[in-house]
């Protein structure tokens, strides 16, 4: 376990989390490994990214927009644990919209047999 570390918002549009370079060098983890983040019954599974900060290492990165929406603070104390190994390939994915808006912008932009490109980072891309 990496232990009790602070979430901080950033604003990389993605939704990995990130960790201190140095934090890295520590426990040698990969970009195919998985971090579970567990608060009060909660539990959450990243791919973690690195990066070089002044910041302590005491605290953990993921954009606010989407950490919000998962109900995580900022500032908010997580348990962080990974699990090192690769993940498993997935061979479905389902989309279910959080709002009604969200179900609005789907209806009005889905044709059948159409593919949804979804960005998982500036440079990655996956399609649905």
Do not use: R
């Amino acid at each position: 376990m990496l232990n009790c570390k602070n979430l901080s918002y950033n604003s990389i549009k993605n939704c990995f989390i990130y960790l201190s370079s140095l934090e890295n060098k520590n426990l040698n983890l990969t970009e195919n490994d998985v971090l579970e983040i567990s608060q009060e019954n909660k539990k959450f599974y990243f791919s973690p990214q690195f990066f070089d900060s002044a910041k302590s290492q005491e605290s953990i990165f993921l954009n606010g927009l989407y950490a919000k929406k998962l109900g995580l603070g900022d500032n908010s104390k997580l348990n962080v644990d990974f699990i090192h190994h690769e993940s498993p390939i997935a061979s479905s994915v389902t989309l279910k919209p959080v709002t009604e808006d969200d179900w609005q912008i789907l209806e009005l932009n889905l044709e059948s047999d159409q593919i949804l490109p979804i960005w998982i980072d500036s440079d990655l891309c996956i399609y649905l």
